[in-house]
């Protein structure tokens, strides 16, 4: 079996338009005949106050406009459309115009909300959490080129190429999904389910890691230089190549993971081929959000280290962001106190009340416990002392 290439490429003095070129010639190139509309979809999630804080979280409209380019050059006579659907709650065509991706259109393409042409309802061949969904015809008629953006994620550790694609969901209907995932491990699954659909479609992935995200992402991170371009057909070997430049395990992403054990792409290194750079020459550690409970052997610790949203106590506008994103309707704003309110017997944890919020007011912590952190120490005091006997006894 012939290995999938990841094309590992820097940005030398700012020029994207020779590092994407490389990058995407590394990695195998574009087919010399496309005769379907192209979608260039990179991540556009929101915006900030200033142009420095926005970089971070979504896809360099250079890196976009690259692409642009290298695709008019093959001169296919198909029409190019850059498309996103924002995070929930958000209007998408105000995002595009605020983060400049709405300068583009000069290269004579259409930049639009993903969902203008409409949507249509779709069912998994074998799902694995997500039974059908509705996605955006223009992702379901399209050619696919995937540029994610590199970055962390509260839920999902990172969010890479395979979690870019959640973004040819329209609108509220991601939400939903939020909803029927319920962990970190059922909404990738569901994202796994969402890629299953789109694969065949795809016929380049090239991530913007020119600056990237860590921590708190991926809206409220801290921005990490790195100056590269990433490539590749294969979103899962792209995901475990990058994954491994921010100094993680492959393996500890679920998305990367479950995609890899369902035979939609690769992520065992020794299996990819990478061209351009080295891992090594280019791996930053990254921090990431705090490790998941869920690899803890034992459900109890879920419950008792789960995380919930709060408000920090100031700086809310009452722009009711969150309470129309919230897919349980766990959260009410106060209008005259300008403040939200959490039905934690609702929430399901899946942060994208914190991802949305344009202040950056709800934070994420640890929920707080008496009695049940009481029987929580004792279970895992029970457990260390179940490990200490089983070694004993193997030994």
Request: charged share 25%.
């Amino acid at each position: 079996m012939k290995k999938p290439k990841v094309a590992i490429v820097r940005i030398k003095n700012g020029d994207f338009l020779s590092a994407v070129k490389e990058a995407i010639e590394l990695a195998g190139g574009l087919p010399d005949k496309i005769e379907k509309d192209i979608l260039i979809k990179p991540n556009i999630l929101t915006f900030k106050k200033t142009e420095e804080e926005t970089i971070p979280i979504i896809t360099n409209p250079e890196v976009v406009r690259s692409i642009i380019k290298i695709v008019k050059e093959k001169d296919y006579k198909s029409k190019i459309y850059v498309a996103d659907s924002s995070g929930s709650g958000l209007d998408t065509s105000k995002v595009i115009e605020k983060t400049g991706f709405s300068k583009l259109e000069e290269e004579g393409v259409t930049v639009c909300q993903i969902s203008s042409n409409g949507s249509t309802e779709v069912e998994p061949k074998n799902p694995l959490k997500l039974k059908k969904t509705t996605f955006s015809n223009l992702s379901l008629n399209s050619v696919i080129i995937n540029v994610p953006k590199m970055k962390t994620h509260t839920l999902t550790r990172v969010t890479l190429a395979i979690k870019n694609l959640f973004g040819t969901i329209p609108g509220m209907e991601k939400s939903r999904i939020h909803a029927v995932g319920n962990t970190a491990k059922g909404f990738s699954k569901c994202l796994v389910d969402i890629y299953s659909i789109l694969k065949d479609k795809i016929v380049m992935n090239v991530m913007d890691a020119s600056i990237a995200m860590e921590g708190h992402g991926p809206s409220h991170g801290s921005p990490v230089k790195m100056d590269l371009i990433l490539a590749s057909k294969d979103a899962v070997a792209l995901d475990a190549v990058a994954t491994s430049i921010m100094d993680e395990k492959p393996s500890r992403v679920f998305t990367t993971r479950i995609a890899s054990e369902n035979s939609y792409g690769v992520s065992n290194l020794d299996d990819i081929e990478i061209v351009g750079e080295k891992i090594d020459d280019v791996k930053h550690k990254f921090k990431m959000p705090e490790k998941f409970i869920s690899f803890l052997p034992i459900g109890i610790f879920f419950e008792l280290n789960k995380k919930q949203p709060e408000y920090k106590g100031s700086g809310c506008i009452a722009c009711l962001r969150c309470q129309k994103i919230c897919p349980v309707q766990a959260i009410v704003v106060d209008k005259k106190e300008k403040r939200p309110y959490f039905d934690y017997t609702k929430c399901i944890s899946c942060f994208s009340c914190n991802e949305i919020c344009p202040e950056g007011v709800i934070t994420i912590t640890r929920r707080k416990y008496k009695k049940q952190l009481l029987f929580g120490g004792f279970i895992g005091l029970a457990f260390i002392a179940l490990i200490l006997v089983v070694s004993i006894l193997l030994a």
